[in-house]
């Protein structure tokens, strides 16, 4: 059984920087496909960033957000500059055994529990 645990989450003023890890368990880390995912109050979980041969990223958050992995600590982050209130969400980290790293939360067999961000105006 996989296990992600996210962590790095806090409440941040509008500008600022964060980076979220999520670190794996349980699995052969290297083969898999790994996305990160956000929810906000009252909607739908929704693709942030995805990394497997290559990285993907959702058009909100292009040109802001980095996506990498560290195979020998089965982790991966998400390094989050220039924060708006628009991006205070949970924050969810997932796994594809399959390899691959769409923005489709369905492709996504394994989850964590989240780490609040709030970015304050």
């Known amino acids: 059984q996989v296990q992600l645990v996210e962590s790095g989450g806090g409440l941040i003023q509008a500008g600022g920087s964060l980076r979220l890890s999520c670190a794996a368990s349980?699995?052969?880390?290297?083969?898999?496909?790994m996305g990160w995912f956000r929810q906000a109050p009252g909607k739908e979980r929704e693709f942030v960033a995805g990394?497997?041969?290559?990285?993907s990223y959702a058009d909100s958050v292009k040109g802001r957000f980095t996506m990498s992995r560290d195979n020998a600590k089965n982790t991966v982050y998400l390094q989050m500059n220039s924060l708006e209130p628009e991006d205070t969400a949970v924050y969810y980290c997932?796994?594809?055994?399959?390899?691959?790293?769409?923005?489709?939360?369905?492709?996504?067999?394994?989850w964590g529990q989240g780490t609040q961000v709030t970015v304050s105006s």
């Open positions: 990394i497997s041969w290559t990285t």
């Open positions: 349980g699995g052969t880390f290297n083969r898999y496909g």
């Open positions: 997932a796994a594809d055994p399959r390899g691959t790293s769409t923005s489709r939360v369905e492709a996504y067999a394994y």
